[in-house]
């Protein structure tokens, strides 16, 4: 494929999905991702995009939110590795809430087969992966169906949140930055995921690396409410993402990182999961000191020493 024809094309995933990494990029345009790091130079001189932390943005510094069809198709292997990570948070018996999103569709596939589990959702796709559990009991939020991501949002979702208390919230989002922390493109959609937040005690952010230090127009959640955030490795060459997420440690979020050779997304046995604990009321994080550099969640049981190394190098590259 020549450059030009190569360079149309690119700029055409952009165009159409608002965001898109440059493994996803390479992966398309069959060829590596040196070469379209240097066709996304090209095109950003030219102002028909804005580079961003391992991928290509629609230019103007703010993304625009894609339509479900497209997210689907973007980090799939990123977002099956998170969730198969984030599922080992959840225990027996627990009350949870999962905003919308399809790195949140992937996690509630994986709580299907936690006994005891009452999921608390505004998604439509949560609530479809969950139909068949027979032993997950879920419980849907009022609300108005936006259909662009089958979120139902709006007053009567806010207003059916308000009394609830549950102990963890694992939220998506279009952006994530240490100065800003999660953030979407949409207000109601904001506004929804905030009213999640505020009915749980633990606040557990799912955001593969394209995400990180991309920044939309409207916070859900500030930095220092987030509690872990799970994530996959950031290709080598990506030392902003490193960075961010440095920056977002730093700031006393929890780090835990599925790689594709790690334990969460390397087809082997998952770790045990942890007793259940008495968890503190909702409220704003406590307890965790700022400063203590990348560190992983602590379901990461025997492998955290493993996750560690490889964190470690992430940052020495």
């Known amino acids: 494929m020549f450059a030009a024809e190569r360079r149309q094309l690119i700029l055409e995933m952009v165009r159409a999905n608002g965001a898109v990494s440059l493994r996803e990029l390479a992966r398309v345009v069959q060829t590596s991702e040196v070469t379209v790091r240097r066709d996304v130079r090209a095109l950003e001189a030219e102002g028909l995009l804005d580079r961003r932390h391992g991928g290509a943005v629609l230019p103007g510094g703010f ?21 198969d990570l984030a599922a080992n948070l959840v225990e027996e ?19 299907a087969r936690v006994p005891g589990l009452t999921v608390v959702t505004n998604s439509l796709l949560v609530a479809q992966a969950l139909a068949h559990a027979n032993r997950v009991e879920v419980v849907m939020t009022g609300g108005t169906l936006r259909g662009s991501n089958y979120a139902l949002v709006g007053s009567g979702a806010e207003q059916s949140l308000q009394g609830l208390r549950v102990s963890r919230a694992f939220l998506s989002g279009s952006g ?41 127009m409207f916070q859900t959640v500030p930095t220092d409410v987030i509690t ?5 490795e950031p290709p080598a060459h990506d030392d902003r993402a490193a960075t961010e997420l440095q920056a977002l440690a730093d ?25 259940r604990r008495d968890v503190p009321l909702p409220g704003p994080r406590r307890g965790v000191p700022a400063g203590q550099g990348l560190r992983t969640a602590t379901v990461l049981g025997e492998a955290g020493a493993e996750q560690r190394a490889r964190v470690a190098d992430m940052r020495r590259r």
């Open 251 to 275: 700031q006393g979020v929890q780090i835990a990182v599925a790689g594709a050779s790690g334990n969460a997304g390397g087809g082997e046995p998952a770790p045990p999961r942890q007793q």
């Open 228 to 232: 872990r955030l799970v994530t996959d």
């Open 93 to 111: 018996g627990e009350a949870i809430v999962v905003g919308a999103g399809t790195t949140t569709q992937e996690l509630a596939r994986r709580l």
């Open 176 to 216: 994530l930055t240490a100065e800003r922390g999660l953030s979407t493109s949409n207000m109601l959609s904001a506004s929804v995921d905030r009213a999640l937040v505020q009915a749980a005690a633990e606040v557990v952010v799912l955001a593969d690396h394209t995400k990180l230090g991309t920044d939309t």
């Open 63 to 83: 993304t625009r939110e894609s339509g479900f069809p497209q997210k689907s198709h973007l980090a799939t292997a990123e977002k099956t590795a998170i969730a």
